[in-house]
């Protein structure tokens, strides 16, 4: 599986482009950073690699890639529903029994190290915790492209850093993995780094 982006270029109607030639093989098992300036276009291309829009310029190719998921910015879950619910449903949606669904949210849980509050209510999460959650059930729901936009945005340092050491268990084999980040430490988690601004006027 993989995702190949071929001489990419986008820009909205007549506006400016906001990158082009980008060149680039996504792989599994890999989790890459997608950094650059405010407005240079990483959410865009976020959209494009799910298939949202179409690149103004250049391919993406997806070889292999059935299930697209995504976690933005803001985490949201039902408030009254347990951190453990929101990682077994995927897995239920999935096909997994109810008993062999909670065994894989508990792992899941634990990985993110979400073990200690399984049985707590949504509303009741930190926001270092929800955003971890919103990685697990990301994870749970077993995406082949997992796309993940401003992870640590909303986060303090502290929370930040959480969420961080969390992405770096997200490389799993069978996803490929982007996320979006001005955060230098988010970077540092990950395995690969895209950088628009090296794109912005067509270069490398
Ligand atoms: N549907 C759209 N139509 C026109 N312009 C758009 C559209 N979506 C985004 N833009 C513009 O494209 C530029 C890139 O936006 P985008 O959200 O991809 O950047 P970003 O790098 O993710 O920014 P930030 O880091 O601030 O979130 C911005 O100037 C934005 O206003």
């Known amino acids: ?7 990419v270029g986008h820009r909205f109607a007549e506006g400016p482009w ?3 030639g980008l060149s680039q093989t996504l792989l599994p098992a890999r989790v890459y950073a997608l950094t650059g300036p405010s407005g240079s276009g990483k959410s865009t ?6 298939g949202w829009a179409q690149p103004t310029q250049g391919r993406i190719r997806h070889d292999g890639v059935d299930r697209v998921g995504w976690v933005f910015q803001n985490p ?10 929101h990682v077994a449903l995927p897995l239920l949606a999935r096909g997994s029994a109810p008993a062999s669904a909670d065994l894989d949210a508990a792992s899941l ?4 190290g979400l073990g200690g509050v399984a049985d707590q209510p949504f509303r009741s999460l930190s926001g270092g915790e929800a955003q971890r959650l919103m990685l697990a059930r990301g994870v749970a729901a077993g995406p082949s492209l997992f796309l993940v936009d401003e992870p640590t945005a909303q986060l303090d340092l502290a ?3 959480e969420v961080n050491v969390a992405l770096g268990q997200i490389a799993t084999e069978g996803t490929i993995v982007v996320v979006a980040t001005h955060d230098s430490r988010t970077r540092d988690a990950c395995t690969d780094h895209i950088d628009l601004h090296d794109y912005q006027d067509g270069r490398p």
């Open 159 to 161: 929370t930040g850093k």
């Open 109 to 112: 849980l634990d990985r993110f």
């Open 18 to 20: 906001l990158f082009r």
């Open 1 to 7: 599986m993989q995702v190949t982006l071929d001489a």
């Open 76 to 85: 949201h879950g039902v408030p009254g529903r347990t951190a453990r619910d």
């Open 45 to 50: 291309l976020l959209s494009l690699l799910a």
